[in-house]
């Protein structure tokens, strides 16, 4: 599992990258705009966007089925839910606060009903909303899915039409959602929530099947599923089937993003190797994801006034706001039991000293 947990710890790195690359996109269009900008940041945006919400909650599933067959206590989806739920309240209401203040960009509603009834606070992360509402529903597609005999017989050939329909599903639910659901509502991003609900689905039916989803993460079976989206994207594209036929060309284009996410999890599930380094990097990934954007929005406040090129600014940016996150987990969410309780949702009484770690509760 050691890959599994350096590629959900990259991916919420990423997001440093990720967000601190929205505010040097030409077009502008996020919560803040920088003097200076440049079309590459709109390739990395759009690169990154493509797989890593797909790569987070496949493994999401993943790790709650693994932890679901670990701890078949009734009360083991609560304990999740809860190790999610404070982190998301508290910074939510104080670091977003400050964020969405310091938004320039960006119009939110001063009726502070308003304000929580539509989401507002909750930024970023509407990623852990979402999950809270897979976590909350996780043991009724576990019992489902326990009760499917088939999945005995499953080969790696099999999971090609897999990711097919699953994004098929993806596509049809972001459809429904335009037409009945608002956008946000309280914890609940609705499009996202119904998008990524199969793929989410997906992790935990490759963990009934780990033999299948092990062999996905070889380095010849991640050849043979990417390339297969590949080439299906590339005749797609020459069909103009986005022309003739959306939905078909979307689901086309959602089956390529999971091949990617796929990919790229076997690419570090190689790579990882088990150290202490990997174990807190591991630990600290959720500090960093938590306060990472309100940290980019600060800093970059901070240094308008400078009027630096974007080639400057950009990885300063990046930089600080990594090592910032890093040391902050470090020296308060790692060694403050209040802190760890309110960062990461760990038992204030299980969190003393200097070398008591917490596990980032995002996936596991």
């Given at each position: 599992?050691?890959?599994?947990?350096?590629?959900?710890?990259?991916?919420?790195?990423?997001?440093?990258?990720?967000?601190?690359?929205?505010?040097?996109?030409?077009?502008?269009?996020?919560?803040?705009?920088?003097?200076?900008?440049?079309?590459?940041?709109?390739a990395?945006?759009?690169?990154?966007?493509?797989?890593?919400?797909?790569a987070?909650?496949?493994?999401?599933?993943f790790?709650?089925?693994?932890?679901?067959?670990?701890?078949?206590?009734?009360?083991?989806?609560?304990?999740?839910?809860?190790?999610?739920?404070?982190?998301?309240?508290?910074?939510?209401?104080?670091?977003?606060?400050?964020?969405?203040?310091?938004?320039?960009?960006?119009?939110?509603?001063?009726?502070?009903?308003?304000?929580?009834?539509?989401?507002?606070?909750?930024?970023?992360?509407?990623?852990?909303?979402?999950?809270?509402?897979?976590?909350?529903?996780?043991?009724?597609?576990?019992?489902?899915?326990?009760?499917?005999?088939?999945?005995?017989?499953?080969?790696?050939?099999?999971?090609?039409?897999?990711?097919?329909?699953?994004?098929?599903?993806?596509?049809?639910?972001?459809?429904?959602?335009?037409?009945?659901?608002?956008?946000?509502?309280?914890?609940?991003?609705?499009?996202?929530?119904?998008?990524?609900?199969?793929?989410?689905?997906?992790?935990?039916?490759?963990?009934?099947?780990?033999?299948?989803?092990?062999?996905?993460?070889?380095?010849?079976?991640?050849?043979?599923?990417f390339?297969?989206?590949?080439?299906?994207?590339?005749?797609?594209?020459?069909?103009?089937?986005?022309?003739?036929?959306?939905?078909?060309?979307?689901?086309?284009?959602?089956?390529?993003?999971?091949?990617?996410?796929?990919?790229?999890?076997?690419m570090?599930?190689?790579?990882?190797?088990?150290?202490?380094?990997?174990?807190?990097?591991?630990?600290?990934?959720?500090?960093?994801?938590?306060?990472?954007?309100p940290v980019?929005?600060?800093?970059h406040?901070?240094?308008?006034?400078?009027?630096?090129?974007?080639?400057?600014?950009?990885?300063?940016?990046?930089?600080?706001?990594?090592?910032?996150?890093?040391?902050?987990?470090?020296?308060?969410?790692?060694?403050?039991?209040?802190?760890?309780?309110?960062?990461?949702?760990?038992?204030?009484?299980?969190?003393?000293?200097?070398?008591?770690?917490?596990?980032?509760?995002?996936?596991?």
């Amino acid at each position: 599992m050691y890959g599994l947990d350096l590629a959900r710890a990259v991916l919420m790195l990423v997001g440093v990258v990720y967000h601190g690359a929205l505010l040097f996109k030409t077009g502008g269009g996020w919560r803040i705009e920088a003097e200076s900008t440049h079309q590459v940041f709109n390739a990395i945006t759009d690169g990154i966007h493509l797989f890593r919400m797909h790569a987070f909650y496949l493994l999401s599933g993943f790790f709650v089925a693994l932890v679901a067959a670990k701890d078949t206590s009734k009360t083991s989806a609560w304990k999740r839910i809860s190790r999610l739920a404070i982190p998301m309240l508290f910074v939510g209401f104080t670091a977003n606060t400050l964020m969405n203040q310091l938004s320039n960009a960006w119009q939110f509603d001063t009726n502070i009903a308003s304000y929580v009834i539509n989401g507002q606070w909750l930024g970023p992360l509407w990623f852990v909303g979402n999950l809270i509402a897979y976590y909350a529903l996780s043991p009724i597609f576990l019992m489902v899915i326990d009760k499917l005999a088939f999945l005995n017989r499953t080969r790696l050939w099999m999971l090609g039409p897999v990711l097919f329909a699953t994004a098929g599903a993806m596509v049809v639910a972001v459809s429904l959602c335009g037409k009945y659901f608002p956008e946000m509502f309280v914890i609940l991003h609705f499009k996202n929530l119904l998008m990524y609900l199969p793929v989410f689905v997906l992790g935990l039916l490759l963990h009934r099947v780990m033999d299948v989803f092990t062999a996905a993460l070889t380095l010849r079976g991640s050849l043979v599923i990417f390339a297969s989206a590949l080439g299906m994207r590339l005749v797609a594209s020459s069909l103009h089937f986005y022309d003739i036929h959306y939905v078909l060309g979307e689901t086309i284009q959602q089956y390529f993003a999971l091949a990617v996410a796929l990919a790229v999890i076997a690419m570090f599930n190689q790579l990882a190797k088990p150290a202490p380094v990997l174990k807190y990097f591991v630990d600290a990934s959720y500090t960093l994801y938590l306060i990472h954007m309100p940290v980019i929005v600060v800093l970059h406040s901070l240094l308008a006034s400078t009027h630096l090129h974007w080639s400057i600014e950009y990885p300063v940016i990046v930089g600080l706001t990594s090592g910032i996150c890093l040391l902050f987990h470090h020296h308060v969410v790692a060694r403050i039991p209040l802190a760890g309780f309110l960062l990461n949702g760990t038992k204030l009484a299980g969190n003393s000293g200097s070398k008591q770690l917490t596990t980032a509760p995002v996936t596991s």
